[in-house]
């Protein structure tokens, strides 16, 4: 129990804790004459390392099932960057009726052809054009 409430009795974060530091603060159990008090302390620090590595295995899972593993954040940050680099081009209108995005049309018949237009690219579900 007094090896187990050693993190507990100084208020520094351990990481800034030299390897000397850490060391001398279970060096009165790890230097003890009597070898089953040095056995029991190395069995603690033994079963408290592992217990912390459960939890730290524990947490890595739970990460990775809610988001992913390396390659596919990878994957999920290529696709934001590439969708970002191909966003419509401003200078193009968008659809006055649906906000949809237009595209650049040459009437090949009727009274408006060889004219330009932008037409919804959902046109026939939406008829929103705009001349050039
Ligand atoms: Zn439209």
Redesign the pocket.
Known sequence: MAVRSVPREFRKDPTDLSDHERYALYARWLDHADPAIRANALICLIHQTNYLLDRQIAALEKQFVEGGGYSEQLAAARIAHRNAEQSPDPNIPK?P??D?LRALRTAKTGKNAGQQSWR?T?YLE?K?TAKV
Do not use: D, F, S
Request: a neutral charge; one cysteine or more.
């Open positions: 659809c009726q649906c949809g919804c959902a939406c929103g």
